[in-house]
């Protein structure tokens, strides 16, 4: 990235995805649902009992039998404990809520359990990742690991980490989820991409995070 681009992610008074941050800080401890309850309410301060959290997502979920990313996760907690409706993908709420539990895992280094029921799930994005698709016949690594550095009609290839999301994209003018860079990425070779929090997407996250095992976590990222 250059260095503008870098200089706005660190400062803590213009980077724009600190907005949503704040935004989430909000929504934290604003009553929802039919219970009466916020997630304060249980969770208390979220710098202490949310700390760390992020960096071990997505995972396998024994009582729910499938991987839940921290977006689903958050969803489970306003419907199964809250008497709440599950927040749309990509929505204002729902980007900032994730962006501030993320938040409090700054630092952090990621590190998520590929063992056990989690492994196959690992195989499924691995193999995603290295299948080439669209009518530019091109997989995620091709771009990501062979060509990471050259660029790509005006954008910089990086190497496809995923420890700055939720980011805050220029290009989109918003803030942003992984499944959403998933999505352009799959534009971007013109193959059809599959459906924010799709079983497909959520393997493939699995996989990138343990690609990106031992990065900190440094959301909300800034973006050209
Ligand atoms: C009624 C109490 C209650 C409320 C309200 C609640 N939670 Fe939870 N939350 C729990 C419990 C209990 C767990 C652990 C069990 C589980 O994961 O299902 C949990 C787990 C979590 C986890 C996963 C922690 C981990 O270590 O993996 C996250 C993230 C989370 N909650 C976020 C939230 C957010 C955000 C809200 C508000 C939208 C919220 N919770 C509201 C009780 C609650
Ligand atoms: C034609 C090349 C190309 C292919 C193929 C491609 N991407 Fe990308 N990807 C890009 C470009 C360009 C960007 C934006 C610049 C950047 O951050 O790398 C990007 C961004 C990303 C990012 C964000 C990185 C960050 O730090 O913000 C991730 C994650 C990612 N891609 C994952 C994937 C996955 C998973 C696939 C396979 C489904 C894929 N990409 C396929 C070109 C590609």
């Known amino acids: 990235m250059g260095e503008q681009v870098r200089a706005l992610q660190d400062d803590e008074f213009l980077n724009p995805g600190l907005f949503a941050v704040e935004y989430g800080e909000e929504l934290w401890s604003t009553q929802t649902g039919e219970m009466g309850l916020s997630c304060q ?9 949310m ?15 499938s991987l839940v990313n921290l977006e ?3 969803n489970e907690m306003l419907t ?17 809520l994730t962006a501030f539990v993320t938040y409090q895992s ?10 056990g029921e989690a492994e196959r799930y690992w195989q499924e994005g691995q193999e995603y990742y290295t299948q080439r698709r669209g009518q530019l016949n091109l997989a995620c690594n091709q771009c990501h690991d062979d060509l990471a550095g050259f660029n790509l009609r005006g954008d910089r290839i990086s190497q496809g980490h995923v420890n700055g999301f939720p980011v805050y994209r220029l290009m989109w003018n918003s803030m942003g989820s992984l499944h959403r860079m998933f999505r352009w990425c799959n534009w971007a070779v013109r193959a059809e991409p599959y459906e924010l929090g799709s079983g497909e997407y959520l393997s493939l996250e699995l996989y990138l995070a343990w690609r990106s095992s031992g990065l900190p976590i440094e959301a909300p990222a800034v973006r050209p």
């Open 72 to 74: 689903a996760r958050i």
């Open 41 to 49: 309410s249980c969770h208390g301060d979220a710098s202490e009992s």
């Open 51 to 65: 700390r760390s959290v992020a960096a071990g997502y997505p995972q396998f979920d024994e009582e729910l039998g």
């Open 80 to 96: 199964a404990y809250m008497d709440a409706p599950a927040l749309p993908h990509e929505s204002d709420e729902l980007l900032s």
């Open 106 to 115: 700054r630092g952090i280094p990621i590190g998520v359990d590929i063992s």
